[in-house]
C-alpha cells in the first residue's frame, strides 16, 4: 500500500541547480498544481527559510527540511530532491551555511497526525546509510519504494 | 515542577520531534516538568516562570532563561551533549 504522504511526482532525482529558491520552486509547483498546497506556498517556503533556516549538518552530506506553516498545506505531502552538487542553505538556527545535497520537504498540514512520519523523516536524516543510498538512487520508483518502506513501519500507529 | 519551551519557527515540524525526545530524555532521568511548544515569535509572552528554553531557531533576545540550541534532535550529532546540558540545566 502506497503511503497517503508520497507522490511520485514530489520526487526529482540527480537535479542541478544553483539555490534553494529554484529547489522550492520546482517542488512547490507540484504542490500547488496537483492542489496539495495554496497558490502562495512558493512564497511561503522562500520566506519562511530565510526567517527559519533548514539546513542540517548529517552524513555523509547536509539534507534540508524546507517546510511553511500548516496553514500554507491542504493536503500532507513529502517530497525529495537529490542533487548532484551542493546547494548552500543556511544551517538551522545560526548564521553559518552549509551545501546541501538531499532536500525532504515537509509539506504538512498537522503536525500532530503525522508525528510518526515527521519522527520517521527525522530518524533517517541522522543515518548515513539511508543519505547514501537516496543519493545512488536513478529512478522515482525505486525512490518512491524505498520512502514509502520506511513510512510504512509506523503507518499501523497513525492509521486513525 | 519545571517547565520547558521547546521552540521553533513555526511550532510544527522540529520543535514537535525534539519535545518529544525531550519529553521522554526527562522521564528517563526522573525530571518532571511540562514540555511546551511554541513559536520562536511567542517566547516574550510565554516565558515567564519558564526554567529553560530549547530553540531550534536562532533567539536573539534575552529573555531571562537559559537557551539551548535544539539542532542536535534534529541532526543526531552532539545529540549526547545536548542532552547532558538539559539536565545539567534543570537540575
Redesign the interface.
Not at chain 1, 56 to 59: D, F, K, V
Given at each position: 500500500m502506497m503511503n497517503k504522504l508520497l507522490d511520485k511526482d514530489l520526487i526529482f532525482l540527480n537535479m542541478e541547480a544553483t539555490s534553494s529558491t529554484e529547489i522550492f520552486k520546482n517542488l512547490g509547483t507540484v504542490m500547488i498544481q496537483k492542489g496539495y498546497a495554496n497558490d502562495n506556498y512558493i512564497e511561503g517556503l522562500i520566506n519562511?527559510e530565510a526567517?527559519?533556516p533548514?539546513g542540517?549538518?548529517?552524513?555523509p552530506v547536509a539534507v534540508a527540511?524546507p517546510?511553511?506553516?500548516?496553514s500554507f498545506v491542504k493536503e500532507s505531502k513529502i517530497g525529495l530532491m537529490t542533487l548532484l552538487n551542493p546547494v548552500n542553505f543556511t544551517?538551522?538556527?545560526?548564521?553559518s551555511e552549509i551545501g546541501v545535497q538531499v532536500v525532504i520537504l515537509?509539506g504538512?498540514a498537522d503536525?500532530?497526525h503525522h508525528?510518526k512520519a515527521?519522527?520517521t523523516v527525522?530518524s533517517l536524516?541522522?543515518e548515513p546509510s539511508f543519505i547514501k543510498q537516496l543519493l545512488s538512487i536513478s529512478t522515482q520508483e525505486v525512490a518512491l519504494e524505498l520512502l514509502n518502506q520506511e513510512l510504512n513501519l509506523t503507518i499501523e500507529e497513525e492509521v486513525k | 515542577m519545571k517547565k520547558v519551551l521547546v521552540a521553533c519557527g513555526g511550532a510544527v515540524a522540529t520543535s514537535t520531534v525534539a519535545a518529544n525526545k525531550i519529553r521522554e530524555l526527562l522521564k528517563v532521568n526522573n525530571i518532571k516538568a511540562d514540555v511546551q511548544q511554541c513559536r520562536v515569535s511567542e517566547l516574550s509572552s510565554k516565558s515567564d516562570g519558564v526554567d529553560l528554553i530549547v530553540s531550534t531557531a536562532k533567539v536573539d533576545r534575552d529573555y531571562g532563561v537559559p537557551v539551548i540550541h535544539g539542532l542536535a534532535f534534529i541532526s543526531g550529532i552532539g545529540l549526547d551533549k545536548t542532552k547532558q546540558q538539559i539536565l545539567e540545566t534543570l537540575k
Open positions: 519562511r526567517n527559519f533548514t542540517i549538518p548529517a552524513e527540511i517546510h511553511t506553516d500548516a544551517i538551522m538556527g545560526s548564521d515537509l504538512l503536525s500532530q508525528l515527521l519522527q527525522i536524516i541522522q | -
